[in-house]
């Protein structure tokens, strides 16, 4: 269930997630992780500061220590990767 009005800058879990273009439970993450604070709402139905949300989108994510960095292979036959908006990997070729 939805709220059916929230006051002006406050947003829900999922439409936080949707203005920056994340899951849902990204945004629980920020949380968890102590980037994001919640303003409001119930334990089950968290509200948010819309401000916050994009502060928290744009701040530096700390890693693990050790944690590799994703590689993703392209397909050599289409050049997929602007689409994709990344980089060849050197093995890739």
Same mark, same amino acid.
């Given at each position: ?26 945004? &629980?993450?920020?949380? &968890? ?61």
């Amino acid at each position: 269930m939805e709220y059916r009005s929230l006051p002006p800058g406050q947003v829900t879990t999922t439409t936080a997630a949707l203005a920056c273009g994340v899951q849902p439970a990204t945004i &629980r993450d920020w949380v &968890r992780r102590g980037l994001l604070t919640r303003a409001g709402g119930t334990p089950k139905r968290p509200i948010y500061r819309l401000a916050a949300v994009l502060a928290a989108r744009d701040a530096p994510k700390p890693t693990r220590a050790g944690q590799r960095s994703v590689i993703i292979p392209l397909d050599t036959r289409t050049d997929r990767r602007h689409a994709l908006g990344v980089q060849p990997c050197p093995e890739a070729g």
